[in-house]
């Protein structure tokens, strides 16, 4: 069974700080996605990664598909990056196509 | 960035009632609609993945007489919740997936409240 654990599950940190989210899964993946999840419910796919590592703005996201593991990443952290940062997965399985989603991390930035 | 819509966006019904939600890609042709649901405070989990013009692949304990999901077309996917029950109250996203791509784009979602 594919099994996605993220931690911390939640975090609360002050403006400007450099933020690391860590997620770590159990099977062999053909993909890894870093999802945001704003209050209202809706989701914004941030990152899609195979290996290495991709970087959008303030946000980098690190795969090492060896050890299982990603971490995402937020640097000069703001108010508005406010959310629940979901890792989700896909397995290698064949027949395996939807995502495997870990719990989320709920993250708070105080001004 | 493509964009996926969901309607309604919430819906409140009695329970004995069906319920349909829509999932709309607005600027592509999705082959695979993923629906997945997600109750307070938990992770979402796949409910069942369709393809368009075939029948859905329902997960593990997933009644698909219950949820009916329709992809009748490669930019409309329908999910009708059946004789609804108070259990079934959730956040019920949607997601979709170009032919051969990676990414999902995913729907605002709706939720459900069945009284």
């Known amino acids: 069974k594919n099994e996605v654990e993220q931690s911390p599950q939640n975090l609360t940190a002050q403006e400007g700080e450099f933020i690391t989210i860590n997620c770590s899964y159990s099977?062999?993946?053909?993909?890894l996605h870093w999802l945001q999840q704003h209050p209202g419910g809706g989701i914004v796919s941030l990152f899609m990664?195979?290996?290495g590592k991709k970087k959008h703005g303030r946000l980098i996201a690190t795969i090492n598909i060896q050890e299982k593991h990603s971490s995402l990443h937020i640097t000069a952290s703001h108010p508005r990056d406010s959310a629940v940062y979901i890792c989700?997965?896909?397995?290698?399985?064949?027949?395996?196509?939807?995502?495997?989603f870990g719990k989320g991390t709920h993250l708070i930035i105080q001004p | 960035g493509a964009v996926v819509s969901q309607h309604p966006s919430r819906v409140i019904c009695k329970s004995g009632t069906s319920v349909k939600i829509e999932c709309r890609s607005l600027?592509?042709?999705?082959?695979?609609m993923f629906w997945y649901r997600q109750f307070p405070k938990q992770s979402l989990m796949l409910m069942a993945t369709?393809?368009?013009?075939?029948?859905?692949?329902?997960e593990q304990g997933v009644e698909k007489d219950k949820f009916l999901i329709n992809h009748a077309s490669l930019t409309l996917s329908t999910l009708t919740v059946t004789s609804a029950h108070p259990e079934d109250s959730s956040f019920y996203i949607c997601?979709?997936?170009?032919?051969?791509?990676?990414?999902?784009?995913f729907g605002p979602g709706t939720r459900l409240l069945v009284l």
């Open positions: 989700a997965v896909r397995s290698l399985d064949a027949g395996a196509d939807g995502l495997t």
């Open positions: 997601s979709a997936r170009r032919g051969g791509a990676e990414t999902q784009y």
């Open positions: 369709s393809n368009e013009g075939s029948k859905a692949t329902y």
């Open positions: 099977v062999g993946i053909s993909a």
């Open positions: 990664l195979s290996s």
């Open positions: 600027d592509f042709q999705a082959t695979t």
